[in-house]
């Protein structure tokens, strides 16, 4: 298929990283990150194809764009929303990206931003991110646009696994006796 080869042209050189195939060891939404970042570029990938965007940008950026080692809550440049920076900073070490990638991997969380600035609850860090991280192009918000659906997937998938095993178990523990 046209689209799958030329997917594997532009992401073939990070893809067959082994610094980028350490995300395969951090575990994301239910699944690991490696999955996860492959699910987004993807799904950016086939989005930028539909609105025009930067094909090849969307597709790197949105695999680089939790290019960071650990879990989130495991160091604090991994937080919530700092650690877009520090995927930025591994992304220009490891692999050779512009600006704009740059920019769009930096702005990947915005809407977690956006969706915290509808409520009373926002913070002073997460509203200086709002202000320094809004997305600068269609295809910055289209590897957010992407992140946001795949992660709400996984975590669905994830639920749904976690709970039929729980139950399943309740079920079997009760056969038991």
């Given at each position: 298929?046209?689209?799958?080869?030329?997917?594997?042209?532009?992401t073939?050189?990070?893809?067959?990283?082994?610094?980028?195939?350490?995300?395969?060891?951090?575990?994301?939404?239910?699944?690991?990150?490696?999955?996860?970042?492959?699910?987004?570029?993807?799904?950016?990938y086939?989005?930028?194809?539909?609105?025009?965007?930067?094909?090849?940008?969307?597709?790197?950026?949105?695999?680089?764009?939790?290019?960071?080692?650990?879990?989130?809550?495991?160091?604090?440049?991994?937080?919530?929303?700092?650690?877009?920076?520090?995927?930025?900073?591994?992304?220009?070490?490891?692999?050779?990206?512009d600006?704009?990638?740059?920019?769009?991997?930096?702005?990947?969380?915005?809407?977690?931003?956006?969706?915290?600035?509808?409520?009373?609850?926002?913070?002073?860090?997460?509203?200086?991110y709002?202000?320094?991280?809004?997305?600068?192009?269609?295809?910055?918000?289209?590897?957010?646009?992407?992140?946001?659906?795949?992660?709400?997937?996984?975590?669905?998938?994830?639920?749904?696994?976690?709970?039929?095993?729980?139950?399943?178990?309740?079920?079997?523990?009760?056969?038991?006796?």
């Open positions: 298929m046209k689209l799958n080869k030329e997917y594997k042209e532009i073939g050189e990070i893809l067959e990283s082994e610094n980028f195939a350490i995300l395969k060891n951090d575990v994301h939404h239910g699944s690991n990150k490696y999955d996860h970042c492959k699910r987004v570029s993807y799904l950016s086939l989005m930028a194809k539909l609105f025009n965007g930067n094909c090849r940008e969307v597709a790197r950026a949105g695999l680089l764009h939790d290019f960071f080692f650990g879990s989130r809550t495991s160091k604090v440049e991994n937080g919530y929303l700092k650690h877009p920076k520090t995927s930025v900073e591994n992304a220009k070490k490891y692999f050779d990206i600006e704009n990638e740059a920019s769009i991997i930096e702005s990947h969380m915005y809407h977690h931003a956006l969706l915290k600035r509808l409520t009373p609850f926002m913070k002073e860090d997460d509203k200086k709002f202000k320094e991280h809004k997305p600068k192009n269609k295809d910055s918000v289209i590897v957010c646009v992407s992140d946001l659906l795949v992660s709400i997937f996984e975590v669905c998938a994830y639920k749904i696994r976690y709970n039929f095993y729980l139950y399943m178990i309740f079920i079997l523990n009760i056969a038991r006796y």
